[in-house]
């Protein structure tokens, strides 16, 4: 595989945010986020990767380091190794983003 | 910096594909490309590294390795190391894209 289709990925749950791989190799992976208004990922960390959040569709509130800000479509937040982040839907509609970290720490 | 709009960094010319940086870190680059129709990002490798697009607006023609497909918005399209890959905007439309490689080559 080297194409896909993010949209053909999205998936939603009223129980969770959901995270759907697009690809992964030994130094990445790609994800897409699906969040119901609501839902977040809460603040983590990670050590020696960096990670970021591209808003593809909606809005929602991200943290990343002691800033939180709210973004949308088009906007990108990213967090340095061992940089708190995390993002919360706090709108009305779904937020949908596309996500990468690297090195990708399931290899 | 931890956050930025990537629609504020779109910026065309009729000279050649334009690349805007959004953010660079140890692990991964990730940029803005944006190509006129007629534009390329001719195919060529990387040594170790892993690269994505990710289709933003407009439709292009994608080459990965032995594989050339027509994406649009919201498909991804990726490499492995040492694998072939390059775009050509042959629609009628502008093209954007999202592109994240890991991993960084300038550090």
Redesign the interface.
């Known amino acids: 595989m ?6 053909r990925h999205r998936h939603f749950s009223p129980e969770k945010m959901q995270k759907l791989n ?2 992964e ?4 992976f ?1 994800d897409i986020y699906c969040l119901r208004p609501g839902q977040a990922q809460h603040v983590h960390t990670h050590a ?3 990670k ?1 959040y ?1 808003v ?1 569709e909606g809005e929602g509130r ?1 943290t ?2 002691d ?1 939180r ?1 709210r ?1 949308g479509a ?8 061992d ?1 708190p982040h995390g993002v919360a839907n706090d709108s009305d509609g779904d937020l949908v983003l ?1 996500v ?1 970290m ?2 990708n720490p399931n290899r």
Chains 1, 2 share one sequence.
């Open positions: 080297a194409f896909t289709d993010s949209n697009l690809f190799t030994d130094q990445m790609c020696g990767a960096t970021f591209y593809i991200f990343v380091g800033r800000v973004l088009g906007a990108v937040a990213w967090s340095e190794p940089e596309l990468a690297a090195p």
